[in-house]
């Protein structure tokens, strides 16, 4: 194409803002988005899910949203979910996205919501009735506290509080309602008095399920939190020989090519993508390292390894490659048609991709994640029918042809967060500047050279 003729479409675009769909995906276009506009536009779909779709009378996060059932538990709130929905205002509030004040409103409401809901040894359950704030039980036996669920929670608490620190007087009370909440919690509570954490408790079941948390999964968090508590901390013990098997969570093995660092609980191969975003949304992997591991070596490298399992796609899905990639628990397509959820990973690969898996990877790839990105907004064949009301819908399976018009709080969430920390680290400076953060990592051997610790 002459430089005259280009001229000549960028001028006609300008002026009758033609659309050119009828272009292929693959060759840019003088209208294409830029990268910047790009990553605007898709925080700004992401919000729209604890913003727009909000519980209506505590403000906090939605377990999910179906698009074709509005009514689908429309009251059933979920505690981790609405700890990365505060991230995410806050990173609304800080691009411009929402009304400060407005934005200020809400918060108030959400944690005072959460200082009158039921809590068992300071911790939250899993689900709560957003009418009411009493325990919606996760299952027959688990209708107590969750401690995993109540550290991400707490990792939003805390970045809500230094953003509002030292702003005006009402901003300032909310970073102290926001310090107390979080200050509730019992940590040392859900060791049993022994050298692990564990998952649940229940006054009906008390440790009924057992469930302790050992390493490597999502739950980093849970022990930084409860070794950061200046009031219900644990001691270093439960890090060490539960969660750190007393060494053994370390591994020699690579991954196409790429070393694993750590053995992935449950699994032969790494572990669905989420675990390198639920701990990272405050917890900044960079520089980070302990007596096991450097942090951003193993979450990079998990990042890489899942790019790589979906370009090399030994399971031969139709539609993987380099522009469509990521897995982790999603909604879900089985080969006889039905529908469910399940932790996609090499290992459990469904041809199932989950849209947050690569775009939370941008700190990790964001070269690799951009390429997603375009795909998810600007391929022809499936932006109409993968973008809805709140950004990418949760999953969508080229291979048949599949697109579930659902949403789910803990999938929307990590998207904005992990999007803002590869553009400026403000929710990963806000988390890693309380002095008690610094504290429990030092309590627990890690250090930080981002952070001067």
């Given at each position: 194409?002459?430089?005259?003729?280009?001229?000549?479409?960028?001028?006609?675009?300008?002026?009758v803002?033609?659309?050119?769909?009828?272009?292929?995906?693959?060759?840019?276009s003088?209208?294409?988005?830029?990268?910047?506009?790009?990553?605007?536009?898709?925080?700004?779909?992401?919000?729209?899910?604890?913003?727009?779709?909000?519980?209506?009378?505590?403000?906090?996060?939605?377990?999910?949203?179906?698009?074709?059932?509005?009514?689908?538990?429309?009251?059933?709130?979920?505690?981790?979910?609405?700890?990365?929905?505060?991230?995410?205002?806050?990173?609304?509030?800080?691009?411009?996205f929402?009304?400060?004040?407005?934005?200020?409103?809400?918060?108030?409401?959400?944690?005072?919501?959460?200082e009158?809901?039921?809590?068992?040894?300071?911790?939250?359950?899993?689900?709560?009735?957003?009418?009411?704030?009493?325990?919606?039980?996760?299952?027959a036996?688990?209708?107590?506290?969750?401690?995993?669920?109540?550290?991400?929670?707490?990792?939003?608490?805390?970045?809500?509080?230094?953003?509002?620190?030292?702003?005006?007087?009402?901003?300032?009370a909310?970073?102290?309602?926001?310090?107390?909440?979080?200050?509730?919690?019992?940590?040392?509570?859900?060791?049993?008095?022994?050298?692990?954490?564990?998952?649940?408790?229940?006054p009906?079941f008390?440790?009924?399920?057992?469930?302790?948390?050992?390493?490597?999964?999502?739950?980093?968090?849970?022990?930084?939190?409860?070794?950061?508590?200046?009031?219900?901390?644990?001691?270093?013990?439960?890090?060490?020989?539960?969660?750190?098997?007393?060494?053994?969570?370390?591994?020699?093995a690579?991954?196409?090519?790429?070393?694993?660092?750590?053995?992935?609980?449950?699994?032969?191969?790494?572990?669905?993508?989420?675990?390198?975003?639920?701990?990272?949304?405050?917890?900044?992997?960079r520089?980070?390292?302990?007596?096991?591991?450097?942090?951003?070596?193993?979450?990079?490298?998990?990042?890489k390894?899942m790019?790589?399992?979906?370009?090399?796609?030994?399971?031969?899905?139709?539609?993987?490659?380099?522009?469509?990639?990521?897995?982790?628990?999603?909604?879900?397509?089985?080969?006889?048609?039905?529908?469910?959820?399940?932790?996609?990973?090499?290992?459990?690969?469904?041809?199932?991709?989950?849209?947050?898996?690569?775009?939370?990877?941008?700190?990790?790839?964001?070269?690799?994640?951009?390429?997603?990105?375009?795909?998810?907004?600007?391929?022809?064949?499936?932006?109409?029918?993968?973008?809805?009301?709140?950004?990418?819908?949760?999953?969508?399976?080229?291979?048949?042809?599949?697109?579930?018009?659902?949403?789910?709080?803990?999938?929307?969430?990590?998207?904005?967060?992990?999007?803002?920390?590869?553009?400026?680290?403000?929710?990963?400076?806000?988390?890693?500047?309380?002095?008690?953060?610094?504290?429990?990592?030092?309590?627990?051997?890690?250090?930080?050279?981002?952070?001067?610790?």
């Amino acid at each position: 194409m002459n430089t005259l003729l280009r001229s000549l479409i960028v001028l006609q675009f300008l002026l009758v803002s033609c659309s050119c769909s009828n272009q292929s995906n693959d060759v840019p276009s003088e209208e294409q988005l830029t990268d910047e506009q790009l990553l605007d536009l898709v925080q700004k779909d992401a919000l729209k899910y604890f913003w727009d779709y909000a519980e209506t009378n505590s403000k906090l996060a939605r377990e999910r949203y179906h698009v074709n059932d509005i009514n689908t538990d429309a009251n059933l709130v979920t505690t981790g979910g609405s700890g990365f929905g505060l991230m995410t205002i806050l990173v609304g509030i800080e691009r411009g996205f929402v009304p400060r004040a407005e934005a200020l409103t809400r918060l108030n409401t959400a944690l005072s919501f959460l200082e009158n809901a039921d809590r068992f040894h300071g911790a939250w359950s899993h689900w709560i009735n957003g009418t009411n704030g009493y325990v919606v039980p996760f299952g027959a036996d688990d209708d107590g506290g969750d401690i995993v669920e109540t550290s991400f929670l707490c990792q939003g608490l805390i970045c809500v509080r230094e953003y509002f620190k030292n702003g005006t007087a009402e901003e300032q009370a909310l970073a102290l309602k926001a310090d107390n909440l979080w200050k509730g919690v019992e940590w040392n509570w859900y060791t049993k008095g022994e050298n692990v954490m564990y998952w649940h408790w229940s006054p009906n079941f008390a440790w009924i399920k057992n469930f302790k948390l050992e390493g490597y999964n999502e739950c980093l968090i849970t022990y930084v939190m409860g070794a950061s508590s200046p009031t219900h901390a644990i001691p270093v013990a439960p890090y060490t020989e539960g969660w750190s098997r007393n060494g053994n969570i370390v591994s020699a093995a690579t991954n196409y090519g790429f070393p694993k660092i750590f053995n992935y609980n449950g699994t032969s191969g790494v572990g669905p993508m989420f675990w390198a975003h639920y701990s990272y949304l405050g917890l900044d992997p960079r520089g980070l390292s302990d007596q096991y591991a450097n942090y951003w070596t193993l979450t990079q490298n998990h990042a890489k390894i899942m790019n790589a399992y979906c370009l090399a796609n030994p399971l031969a899905w139709n539609g993987y490659n380099e522009n469509c990639w990521g897995l982790t628990a999603s909604y879900s397509r089985n080969s006889d048609g039905s529908t469910g959820y399940t932790d996609h990973r090499p290992g459990n690969d469904r041809g199932v991709i989950s849209p947050t898996a690569a775009l939370s990877d941008f700190p990790y790839t964001p070269t690799e994640s951009m390429k997603a990105l375009r795909f998810f907004y600007e391929n022809s064949e499936w932006k109409d029918r993968l973008i809805g009301v709140a950004g990418p819908y949760d999953a969508f399976s080229p291979h048949y042809d599949w697109v579930t018009p659902r949403y789910l709080a803990i999938d929307q969430g990590t998207i904005v967060p992990m999007i803002e920390n590869y553009r400026t680290g403000l929710l990963w400076n806000l988390f890693m500047q309380a002095p008690e953060v610094q504290t429990g990592l030092q309590n627990l051997g890690f250090s930080s050279t981002q952070h001067g610790f």
